[in-house]
């Protein structure tokens, strides 16, 4: 198979390159795209320097995944054109999640929808949305959830090296006794703080990353009554991010039966089963492929109701490992013939 990256140079796409060496990701040739300013520095892959190319029109031809990890605009643009070249897309974005054409997938969830949709382009969700939905699913294969309240507490690299680089830069100026910060990603501070607004607020006053929870958890699940409302907030936190869910099931689900399908679900560990002062946190996983869940409890506020934590890596499984899962889907099932 023939592998290209856009947005090689990037957090995610450093991580994807890393992945794909990791898991021995089977490939012939690996090409790398990035800007303008990236082009022409080199990247390490199975112990050879590969050299970043400037992204063009021209680029995106004779390959059999491309993986773009460059954001929306980017996606947009070049997406169709590889998808036209007759390459299968992994897309990082948010620019097709939603479309009716495209798969929304996180494999150990839906991969079987990848054969389902016309569209050659494959969406990987929101890093949020694939960590509630490792905890989520399979509680939900335990009987139908009738609504859900999230509250994310999300690390600055969701907004990439740019973020993680304000975070320390805001860190080391406020310890200084300098607070006052022209910041270009975060509209304040992030250092001792957080902000409770993902991306744009939309009409609904909700964020379009508390949106991005709803719509993408039910097109994956495939279930659009669940009720599902979130609050979604970065926190000074350099990796992995952490959400608060309470779950409202139309049945009563013991604790019991709730760690048993948390603790057998591939890519999914549950903290603490036997020890009630044990939970996760982001540093337990960050640089790790499994999700982790801890403080599981039953809501006394509601007939049935579930109480949980779930922790993950917002590089590798919110982004650059669920895009090389699908494309691992693609060559297991041979989805490419």
């Keep these: ?6 947005g090689a140079s990037g957090a995610v796409g450093l991580e994807i390159i890393k992945i794909l060496e990791e898991r021995k990701f089977k490939l012939s040739s690996i090409t790398l795209f990035a800007s303008k300013r990236s082009a022409g520095t080199s990247i390490l892959f199975r112990k050879k320097k590969i050299k970043i190319q400037e992204l063009k029109n021209s680029s995106l031809i004779d390959f059999d995944i491309v993986f773009f990890s460059a954001g929306s605009e980017i996606s947009k643009k070049y997406a169709p054109i590889a998808e036209k070249n007759g390459s299968l897309v992994i897309d990082n974005s948010s620019a097709f999640r939603m479309k009716k054409n ?3 997938v996180v494999p150990e969830i839906n991969s079987k929808d990848i054969s389902k949709y016309k569209s050659r382009i494959i969406a990987n969700p929101n890093c949020t949305t694939i960590i509630s939905l490792m905890a989520i699913k399979p509680l939900y294969d335990l009987g139908l959830i009738k609504r859900i309240v999230a509250t994310s507490f999300q690390s600055v690299s969701g907004a990439g090296n740019l ?6 830069l805001n860190t080391k100026k406020f310890i200084e006794g300098n607070k006052k910060n022209k910041n270009k990603v975060f509209e304040k501070n992030i250092a001792f703080n957080v902000i409770p607004k993902i991306g744009k607020i939309t009409k609904n006053l909700y964020s379009e990353e508390e949106m991005k929870l709803h719509n993408e958890s039910r097109k994956i699940l495939s279930d659009n ?9 970065r926190v000074p936190v350099i990796r992995s991010h952490s959400i608060s869910l309470n779950i409202e099931f139309y049945k009563s689900i013991s604790l019991n039966k709730a760690k048993k399908a948390l603790s057998n679900f591939p890519g999914l560990q549950l903290i603490g089963i036997n020890q009630k002062m044990s939970y996760p946190t982001p540093s337990d996983c960050s640089n790790k492929d499994d999700c982790l869940v801890g403080r599981l409890r039953e809501d006394y506020s509601v007939t049935n109701g579930l109480s949980l934590w779930v922790v993950g890596d917002q590089i590798r499984k919110g982004a650059a490992l669920n895009a090389v899962q699908i494309a691992e889907s693609l060559q297991e099932n041979l989805f490419l013939l």
Excluded: D, Q, R
């Design 1 to 6: 198979m023939n592998i290209a990256i856009v």
């Design 102 to 104: 495209v798969a929304l």
């Design 163 to 168: 973020g993680m680089s304000e975070l320390i």
């Design 225 to 233: 009554k669940i009720l599902i409302t979130a609050t979604t907030v």
